[in-house]
């Protein structure tokens, strides 16, 4: 069964702070992986990681993803208030015959609250 | 901007009623989904459509069908609904477009079944 788990599944800091956040992933058929910031309403896209070592900035928020050990960090420096959020990593797979219709399969989450 | 309508935010159903989810995106994406979000179990996929009138289950199919009838409209269906069933319910679209397939998001509805 595929499996995409994440942690912490929640997280206090206050602003300034710089938080990781981690997803480990455990799937045949690994196409790529993707990061969701969630608010009060839609999750919206933060970044597709495919390759291995590369690393994804924008602005205070990167990410790198790790193939060899299934997993990827979110990282967030100099954390404010508006980064409070649900954060949702997902995996896409390939089917076996190819294509995968865009499928993802979502970890739980992880709730980060940042106080000022 | 892509964008992603759901009918309701907020629905409050009796048990065994018959409900109706309405989902529409402007984007032409060929891709859509529904999902529901339970706290600290994520977003599971419930139904998927790769096309017009084209439907494949999700993990939890259980007590939903879909319908899609248009390219750009997407209705998740309960048919006898259950207060397992109280749920945030999520629609989002995608296209192969560029092989990017990033989903994107409606803004929910919360369905409340008593």
């Known amino acids: 069964e595929d499996k995409v788990v994440q942690s912490p599944l929640s997280l206090v800091v206050h602003e300034g702070d710089t938080v990781t956040l981690n997803c480990s992933y455990e799937v045949t058929n690994f196409r790529s992986l993707l990061w969701y910031k969630q608010e009060k309403k839609a999750p919206t896209f933060l970044f597709m990681l495919t390759s291995s070592g590369i690393e994804k900035k924008s602005g205070r928020l990167s990410s790198i993803l790790d193939k060899k050990e299934l997993s990827s960090i979110l990282n967030i420096t100099a954390t404010q208030t508006g980064d409070s959020a649900i954060y949702l990593c997902a995996v896409r797979l390939n089917n076996a015959g190819g294509t995968s219709y865009g499928k993802l399969t979502f970890g739980q989450g992880t709730i980060l609250t940042v106080h000022p | ?114």
Not at chain 2, 31 to 41: C, H, K
Not at chain 2, 79 to 89: D, F, G, I, K, R
Request: aromatic residues 14%; glycine residues 8%; proline residues 4%.
């Open chain 2, 1 to 114: 901007d892509v964008k992603v309508t759901q009918s309701s935010r907020y629905l409050v159903k009796r048990t065994g009623e018959k409900v109706f989810l309405e989902c529409v995106q402007d984007m032409d994406h060929e891709n859509m989904f529904w999902y529901r979000q339970d706290p600290g179990l994520g977003l599971r996929l419930i139904y998927f459509s790769y096309d017009v009138k084209m439907k494949e289950k999700g993990d939890i199919p259980e007590g939903y069908s879909v319908s899609r009838e248009k390219k750009e409209r997407f209705s998740l269906i309960l048919e006898s609904a259950s207060t397992n069933q109280t749920s945030m319910y999520l629609c989002a679209s995608s296209t192969p477009f560029a092989g990017a397939y990033e989903q994107y998001f409606g803004p929910g509805t919360r369905l409340t079944v008593t």
